[in-house]
C-alpha cells in the first residue's frame, strides 16, 4: 500500500496589545484578549469547524484508508479552551474515530531549540501533556515551529522518547533523492524523519488561487493523479499544510473546502493508496537512508536565510533578552509570570519584525511596519523585566521576614 500522510498544523499568532512607552511600569497585561477573540472566531467559523466536518465525513466513510494528522499549539489549545470550546469537542469527535493523531510541539510555538535547552525540553513536555488531558493520545511524533531541525534536534528528540519528527525535505539536502520515503538521522537508530513534499504541498498552500500559474484550476481529480505518479517506485508522501489554508489564507469562494472534500475519494480511487497517519507510517515501515543535516534548515529555507529567526538586529536583540532571562523566571516563584515568558516567546512575535514576514507568518502584521513591531514588543520587554525584578526582591524580603535568629542569654 501507498500510503499519503495529511499533517495540518493548527495555530494562530497570539496578539499582544499596543503597548505604548508610558505604559511602562503602569499597565502589566499584554494580551490583546479582543483581538485574539476575534483571531479565533473567524477562524473557527471559516476553517477549523467546516473542515473538521468534511474531514469527519470521510474518517467515517473510508475507516479502513482514511486517517489524518494534527499539529495544535498550546497557546492555540488555551485560546480555543477559552472563547471556542466548540472547536475543541470537534477535534475531540476527530480523535474519538481512532483515525487521527495529534504530534508533539512546543508550547508556546517558540524558537526555544535554537536558544534554551531546558526550556525546549520543558515546552514539549507540557504540550504533550495537554494533548493527553484533552485527547486521551500521548503524541508519538514530533514537529518543531516552522520545521526548523538539523541533527542535533534528532538528538534531543529522541532522547525524550519521541519516534518520529515531521522535517522539511531539502533539495540541498537530499540532492536528487527522493522525499517520498522514511530516512534516519546519521547514526540515530531510535527515530524516524518524514520529510514534507515541498512541491505538492505548495501547490495548494500558495499555487491553489493563483490564476498566472500554469496549472490553474487546480482540482482533486488532477492533484491525485500527481500523487499517484509520485509514489510509482516509493512508500510515502507527506502534505503539510496551514490548516487555515482552508477557508482563511484561500476562502471557500475560490473552492479550496470544495478540493478538501473531493481529495480522499480521488486519491482512493486508486485501491493501492491509502491515508495514514505519521504514526502509522514510523510503525509500518523503516527508515531507507539517512537524512544528514548539519546545518539548520526550515520548511522555507530562502526567507529563513534572509529573514529568519535572528537574523536582523531587531530580531536578534529581543531574541537574546527574552531567552536571557530564563534562569530569573524560573526561579521567581510565580507561574503567572513563567506562563507570560513563554508567551512572549512565541516565534510570530518576532517574525513581525523581519523585513519580509509574508511567507513566514501569513496572518496580517498587526503593526504598521516592522519598526513598530520591535519597539512595541521592547516596550513590553522592558515592563516584564521590571515586574520580574520586583517579584525576586519581594522574594528575598520574604525569605529575609522568616528568618528569627534564637539568641542563647548567658
Known sequence: MKSVCLFFNVHLPFRLKKYQSEDIDVVHSYEDIDANRAAVDTAADECYL????????????NKERFAVSFSISGIMLEMLLRFRPDVIRSFERLVDTGRVD????????SLSFLHAGHEFRRQVE?????????FSIRPSVFRNTSLI???DLARVVGGMGYKGILCEGSGHVLKGRTANQLYAPPGNETISLLLRNRSLSDDIA?????????????????FSSWIHASLENTDITCLCLDYATFGMHKQAGTGILDFLDQLPDEV?????FRFTTGAGVI?????RDEYDVPDMISWDEDNMLRNGP???CMQHNTLKKIYAMETMVMGCGSQAMIDTWGQLQSADHFYCMAEDNTTYNRHPNPFDSTEEAFRNYTNILYDFEISLIRQHIGLSRQKASAYSPVYTLY
Open 50 to 61: 467546516p473542515a473538521n466536518e468534511i474531514l469527519y465525513r470521510h474518517l467515517m466513510a
Open 102 to 109: 495529534i504530534l508533539a510541539e512546543t508550547y508556546y510555538h
Open 126 to 134: 507540557n504540550h504533550s501533556t495537554m494533548v493527553f488531558d484533552i
Open 149 to 151: 531541525y538539523n541533527n
Open 206 to 222: 500558495f499555487r491553489f488561487s493563483d490564476t498566472d500559474w500554469q496549472e490553474y484550476p487546480l482540482t482533486a481529480n488532477k
Open 268 to 272: 482512493l480511487k486508486d485501491e493501492c
Open 283 to 287: 510503525q509500518d515501515l523503516y527508515p
Open 310 to 312: 535572528g537574523n536582523n
